[in-house]
């Protein structure tokens, strides 16, 4: 496809279950962004990558939350032992290249985290 | 760290009116500001994206507006349609973190 897909689209899980979130991003995309959007709030920024380094991971609440991309396409966003103040929306978005920064960002639909 | 806010929280309208959604930031050292849409349940629709060195940017009915020095942006949207009902999000670039709002909830009554 030619936009950035993620999946499961939706996700229930029980306190303290390990869940894991994919990103597939545009093609050709060198950059690579997590965001947490709780309900009626903005995304809140997690992490970044540059191909596969993660260069910022300011963003992530604990660590409980852990983000990869080891071949520097796809992305995962894992969550241990979940809580229930995790339960949000998780988006990812992608752009093309870092080095220049005007470049637009392009967002998955997210993936929608409920933890009972 | 960079404070976005967005005013109104919620605006309804009759269709056919212009009307102006507001933005402002804390810190004026950015590279670029992007308005985006989001539909319930749906991730994010990029709408306009201002560099620091631009003053508005324009695509159909939409005209984004960047007062870069006050801390400030407009989306303007002319004729409004019951299609344009949606949150609207604006996201500012400082470096590679995106700082958003809390976006404005639009409807926009047939």
């Known amino acids: 496809g030619a936009g950035v897909s993620q999946s499961p689209r939706y996700k229930v899980a029980k306190r303290g279950q390990d869940v894991a979130l994919r990103c597939d991003p545009i093609?050709?995309?060198?950059?690579l962004f997590w965001y947490q959007q709780a309900l009626g709030q903005g995304p809140e920024f997690l992490t970044y990558?540059?191909?596969?380094?993660?260069?910022?991971k300011s963003g992530l609440p604990s660590d409980r939350f852990f983000a990869e991309r080891p071949e520097g396409s796809v992305s995962t966003l894992k969550i241990q032992r979940t809580q229930q103040e995790d339960s949000a929306v998780y988006l990812c978005?992608?752009?093309?290249?870092?080095?220049?920064?005007?470049?637009?960002?392009?967002f998955g639909p997210g993936t929608r985290l409920t933890v009972l | 760290k960079q404070e976005v806010t967005q005013i109104p929280a919620a605006l309804s309208v009759p269709e056919g009116e212009n009307l102006v959604l507001n933005c402002s930031f804390t810190?004026?050292?950015?590279?670029?500001l992007q308005w985006f849409r989001q539909d319930p349940g749906k991730g994010l629709t990029s709408l306009l994206l201002?560099?620091?060195?631009?003053r508005e940017q324009t695509s159909g009915r939409l005209n984004a507006s960047l007062d870069k020095s006050s801390g400030r942006s407009t989306l303007y949207i002319a004729a409004s349609q019951p299609g344009d009902s949606a949150t609207y999000l604006c996201a500012v670039n400082a470096g590679n973190q995106f700082y958003f709002g809390t976006g404005t909830s639009l409807t926009v009554i047939p």
């Open positions: 201002i560099q620091s060195s631009q």
């Open positions: 093609s050709g995309h060198v950059s």
């Open positions: 990558f540059q191909n596969e380094a993660q260069l910022d």
């Open positions: 978005a992608s752009r093309i290249n870092r080095r220049i920064p005007y470049n637009e960002q392009f």
């Open positions: 810190d004026s050292a950015i590279y670029n």
